[in-house]
Structure formats: structure tokens, C-alpha cells
């Protein structure tokens, strides 16, 4: 990402939820070892989780959540016209995230058990690029708050903003860990971009791919590993779509 050039010694962000529950914002918020130095760099606008104050002006938009109403449109836009910056964070923001689940299934399937005969205003699962341009999109379910305070820095001080290329089995080997698929689980750290410290993996619980997928994956070879250790091809399937994070290699599975 290019250096925007603002003029003025902090940067003035907001931060809006839309279809989530609002834990990545929460994992920011709760960042006690850092969060009075970072928020030292901003001037917050808008950000519910912090501030009761509302600003209507901001250059950075932090966005977490999918689109799942046409009023959720209409303001995703609004937000997008005003800010110079807009970054998609979260595994909802970035690919629909386990709300596209939802998308598997009729309307009337989605919401009969709850609100029976009543009419809910809801539309198909969107990811945030699908309705506006996204400058940047930082993934993870919930996202990682070491990650959004150096992106965040990054832009705020003109430097390169990037994420890791390679995949969460290369951090999961720094830990140290002895690898899920020895242990007969199905686990998506081959093909899922790094970034997370392999924290689930670690904790003996097998990558879901949260934060989407690593580049330069090779979905064929990870394919042929889950078959060579006759592990479930349906697990497997119900684990590429969880995220809605590997559409591709899902669909290209059977």
C-alpha cells in the first residue's frame, strides 16, 4: 500500500460492525499491554467499543462483518465514500465468514425455527468486497491484535504493509508441535496463510482456515494427503466451508 500522505499528527479511524459478533473489535479493545500507546496514534471517531463519542469523519475505516441486509449496503457505502482508507478485518469481512453458511440454505429454512411466520429483511452472505473497493483486508477469526496495530502503524507512518505468504504449518512447526495429521485429524494448517502463531494447533486443535488461504497453496497435494491417510472426505469438505475461505478447492474436491 502506498503512503497516503495525512497531514495531521494522528490518524482519525473508525471502526463499524456489521453482520458479526464484534470479537475482533473486542480483540483490539481488550489489548491492555498496548492500547494506550496505539490509541496515543489515533484519534478515534467512531468505535463503539472504546468511545461513546460519534464522529462522522475519519481517513482509516476498520470494517468487521459480511452484508446480510440491504441497509447494511447502503451504509457499507457511505463509509466507503468517506474514508481514504478501508480495511476489511476478520474472517466475516474478508470471506463471508461462518455467516455464509447460511447461504446453503433457503430463507425460509434460516429463520422459520426462529421468527416463524414474521418477515426478517436479509439478503445472501456478502464478504466486504463484494459491494466496495477494500484497500486492505486483515484475516483471522478472531483477528490477531498484534497484526492490526502494525498494519495500522504501517500506514499511519508511510511504511510497507504486508501479510505472511507462507502457510500456518510453517509456524506450527516453530512451535514445535507434533503435526494433527499424525494424530488423525484433518487440519487446514498446509493450506492456510500464516500469521496466527499456530495458536490453535498448538492448543491440540486442528486449523479451521480462518485466515483464508495461504499463496501458492498446492490443493491437489493437500488433497492427496487427507485421502492417502483415509481420513473423511466429508469432514473435510465441512471444514473447507466453514470460513467460506477455499470455495475453490472445495468445489474442486469430489
Given at each position: 500500500?502506498?503512503?497516503?500522505?495525512?497531514?495531521?499528527?494522528k490518524l482519525?479511524?473508525?471502526?463499524?460492525?456489521?453482520?458479526c459478533?464484534?470479537?475482533?473489535?473486542?480483540q483490539?479493545a481488550?489489548?491492555?499491554?498496548?492500547?494506550?500507546?496505539?490509541?496515543?496514534l489515533?484519534?478515534i471517531?467512531?468505535f463503539?467499543?472504546?468511545?461513546?463519542?460519534r464522529?462522522?469523519d475519519?481517513?482509516?475505516?476498520?470494517v468487521?462483518?459480511?452484508?446480510s441486509?440491504?441497509?447494511?449496503?447502503?451504509?457499507?457505502?457511505?463509509?466507503?465514500?468517506q474514508a481514504k482508507?478501508?480495511?476489511?478485518?476478520?474472517?466475516c469481512?474478508?470471506?463471508?465468514?461462518?455467516?455464509?453458511l447460511?447461504?446453503?440454505f433457503?430463507?425460509?429454512?434460516c429463520?422459520?425455527?426462529?421468527?416463524?411466520?414474521?418477515?426478517?429483511d436479509?439478503?445472501p452472505?456478502r464478504?466486504?468486497?463484494?459491494?466496495?473497493?477494500v484497500d486492505?483486508s486483515i484475516?483471522?477469526?478472531p483477528?490477531?491484535?498484534?497484526e492490526v496495530e502494525?498494519?495500522?502503524?504501517?500506514i499511519?507512518?508511510?511504511?510497507?504493509?504486508s501479510?505472511?505468504?507462507?502457510?500456518?504449518?510453517?509456524e506450527?512447526?516453530?512451535q514445535?508441535?507434533?503435526?494433527?495429521f499424525d494424530?488423525?485429524?484433518i487440519?487446514?494448517?498446509?493450506?492456510?496463510r500464516?500469521?496466527?502463531?499456530a495458536?490453535c494447533?498448538t492448543?491440540?486443535t486442528?486449523c479451521?482456515?480462518?485466515?483464508?488461504?495461504?499463496?501458492d497453496?498446492?490443493g491437489a497435494?493437500?488433497l492427496?494427503l487427507v485421502?492417502?491417510?483415509?481420513?473423511?472426505m466429508?469432514?473435510l469438505?465441512?471444514?473447507?466451508?466453514?470460513?467460506?475461505?477455499?470455495?475453490d478447492?472445495?468445489?474442486g474436491k469430489s
Amino acid at each position: 500500500m502506498q503512503h497516503l500522505g495525512f497531514s495531521h499528527s494522528k490518524l482519525k479511524i473508525g471502526s463499524f460492525d456489521f453482520t458479526c459478533c464484534e470479537g475482533c473489535q473486542l480483540q483490539l479493545a481488550n489489548r491492555e499491554s498496548s492500547l494506550v500507546e496505539f490509541l496515543d496514534l489515533l484519534d478515534i471517531r467512531n468505535f463503539r467499543e472504546i468511545s461513546s463519542e460519534r464522529h462522522d469523519d475519519y481517513d482509516i475505516a476498520l470494517v468487521e462483518g459480511s452484508i446480510s441486509r440491504e441497509d447494511e449496503v447502503q451504509r457499507l457505502k457511505a463509509i466507503r465514500n468517506q474514508a481514504k482508507v478501508l480495511i476489511a478485518y476478520g474472517s466475516c469481512a474478508c470471506f463471508g465468514g461462518i455467516n455464509s453458511l447460511k447461504n446453503s440454505f433457503t430463507t425460509e429454512q434460516c429463520v422459520r425455527d426462529v421468527y416463524g411466520d414474521s418477515h426478517v429483511d436479509t439478503l445472501p452472505v456478502r464478504r466486504i468486497s463484494d459491494v466496495v473497493n477494500v484497500d486492505f483486508s486483515i484475516p483471522g477469526c478472531p483477528v490477531s491484535k498484534e497484526e492490526v496495530e502494525h498494519i495500522i502503524v504501517s500506514i499511519a507512518t508511510g511504511a510497507m504493509v504486508s501479510l505472511p505468504k507462507y502457510p500456518v504449518c510453517v509456524e506450527c512447526k516453530q512451535q514445535l508441535n507434533t503435526c494433527l495429521f499424525d494424530l488423525g485429524e484433518i487440519c487446514l494448517g498446509p493450506i492456510t496463510r500464516a500469521g496466527c502463531k499456530a495458536v490453535c494447533p498448538t492448543g491440540k486443535t486442528a486449523c479451521l482456515g480462518c485466515r483464508g488461504p495461504a499463496e501458492d497453496l498446492n490443493g491437489a497435494s493437500f488433497l492427496q494427503l487427507v485421502a492417502d491417510r483415509g481420513l473423511s472426505m466429508d469432514e473435510l469438505d465441512e471444514k473447507l466451508r466453514f470460513y467460506n475461505c477455499f470455495e475453490d478447492l472445495s468445489n474442486g474436491k469430489s
